[in-house]
Each structure stands twice: as structure tokens, then as C-alpha cells.
């Protein structure tokens, strides 16, 4: 009895220290926090700068009047540039969920311009005249864009996006200058021929379309570099003089051509999740 006592107590504690040994050889217990997922959805306020590497535009045009007849004729100019090449941008949004984004933003942006244009004129020179033109417009947008995030990596996240709103282009006044060829003697024999043509304002539809990467540089705070291509629509640019107008002339006298910009932008996205 003895014995058998004996036996099952060394049995006992064999399986004891076997069993000290197995959890010895076990890897510690890692307890890891709880992490909580937030889905990004919510609202957020926007702003950005931008710089054009190009802008173009479809040809500039007018009419012109004949007070003997009253009959109107076109025009084109020879050459036109347009200049300006910063906008600036803020807007607010809703992120509606991983994926799909949309917001409200209003753009602006100015510029000048300068056009010169030939005729055959009286020109004491009797080589015909030509015209500078110069002027300077401002342009507001309001647009509706949405985007699709293409998912994250490493903390950046890309994205393409579309939008479609009106703007709205003012003209100052548009001030023309007309001389001999020569540039010394003035159109008509007279010493010097200038005019000044009122500046128009429009609203003209517009859209646009962008590509570009976020990275999140602060909780809440995203840093936004794209790209983004946007086309406006031409339309009035001037009317007539206030002489053309004593003589008979009415309506538009110049539109402008389509405007195309080509736009590097950054800016910052303050979410709310």
C-alpha cells in the first residue's frame, strides 16, 4: 500500500514538472489595446493655391460697323495673348465614405490681355494701320467636383475627380491704340488714334477635371497635390465705343475665345472624423 502510494506521487509530480517545463517553452501572453476603426465619412473645409503651366484659347473676335450703311462686318485679331497664372480656391465638402468625396468650391483667378490687329486704313505711311489692344478681366467659379480615392498606401492616398459649375469672366475696359506700320505716324493722317471700348461680364459654363495625391501630415489635416485641367466657355468681351454707339453701332462688339488652363494646385483638407 505503501509502495502504490509512493508510485502515484512520483507519477504526480512528474507530470507537474512536465508540465512546468512545456509552459516554460511557450511563448508570454501579449495582451494588444483594443484599436478602434473611425469610418471616414463626415464633412470638411478645403483651400488651395494653384499655378498655370499653360493657358489657351480659341480666337478672339469683333465686329465692326460702317455708319454709311450700317452694315456690320467680323473680324479676328492677328495675334492675342491671355496672362494670368495663379488662382486661389476654398470650398467644403463631405467624405461619404472610403471611396467617394464631393465638394462645393469657389475659384478665382485674373489676367490680361494684349491684341494687335491690321487694316488697310489711311495711313500717311500708306502702308495701313495697326491696332494694340490691351485690357485685364477677373473670373470667379463655383463649382461642384466629386471624387473617388484610389485607397491608401503608406500614408498617401491618390484620387481622380470631375467637376462642372459656371464662372463668371468681367472685362475692364478694353483700351486699342492704332498707328501707321511705321509706329510714327498715326491711322487717318491724324497724330494719334485711340478708343476705348466698355468691358462686358458674362457667367459661362465650365468644367473640369483633376488627378492628384492626399497625405495626411496631421490627425484631421491632410496636404492635397493635383493636377487640374479646367475649360471655360467664350463670351462677351466688349461693346462699342461711345463713338460707334453715336453712330448707329449696338450689341457686342468683341467675344473672347474658349480658355483652357492647365493647373498644378496644393492646398490643405480639414476633416471633421
Not at 478672339?60 to 450703311?69: E, G, I, W
Not at 503608406?154 to 475627380?161: C, D, K, L
Request: hydrophobic residues 40%; proline residues 3%; negative net charge.
Amino acid at each position: 500500500m505503501i509502495r502504490f502510494d509512493a508510485l502515484a506521487l512520483a507519477a504526480m509530480m512528474a507530470s507537474v514538472f512536465a508540465g512546468t517545463a512545456f509552459a516554460a517553452d511557450l511563448p508570454p501572453e501579449i495582451k494588444m489595446p483594443e484599436v478602434s476603426v473611425k469610418n471616414a465619412q463626415g464633412w470638411y473645409v478645403r483651400g488651395d493655391v494653384g499655378y498655370a503651366i499653360n493657358a489657351s484659347h480659341d480666337d478672339t473676335t469683333f465686329r465692326t460697323h460702317d455708319p454709311a450703311s450700317g452694315d456690320y462686318g467680323s473680324g479676328r485679331f492677328d495675334s492675342d495673348r491671355f496672362s494670368g497664372d495663379f488662382s486661389g480656391s476654398l470650398g467644403v465638402g463631405y467624405q461619404f465614405n472610403d471611396l467617394i468625396r464631393a465638394d462645393l468650391t469657389g475659384d478665382y483667378f485674373s489676367g490680361d490681355f494684349d491684341g494687335r490687329t491690321a487694316s488697310a486704313s489711311p495711313c500717311s505711311g500708306g502702308a495701313g494701320c495697326s491696332t494694340k489692344v490691351r485690357s485685364s478681366f477677373k473670373a470667379g467659379s463655383l463649382m461642384v467636383n466629386g471624387y473617388v480615392d484610389l485607397g491608401t498606401l503608406a500614408g498617401f492616398t491618390p484620387y481622380v475627380g470631375a467637376g462642372i459649375g459656371a464662372t463668371r469672366v468681367s472685362w475692364s475696359s478694353v483700351n486699342a491704340i492704332g498707328s501707321c506700320v511705321d509706329g510714327i505716324s498715326g491711322c487717318g493722317g491724324a497724330a494719334s488714334v485711340s478708343a476705348r471700348y466698355p468691358g462686358d461680364s458674362d457667367w459661362r459654363m465650365t468644367y473640369a477635371l483633376m488627378a492628384g495625391v492626399a497625405y495626411e501630415v496631421a490627425p484631421n489635416v491632410k496636404l492635397d497635390l493635383g493636377y487640374r485641367f479646367s475649360h471655360i466657355a467664350g463670351g462677351d468681351m466688349f461693346g462699342y465705343s461711345t463713338t460707334d454707339t453715336a453712330a448707329g453701332a449696338g450689341g457686342t462688339m468683341g467675344r473672347d475665345g474658349a480658355l483652357s488652363r492647365h493647373e498644378i494646385r496644393i492646398g490643405l483638407r480639414i476633416t471633421t472624423w
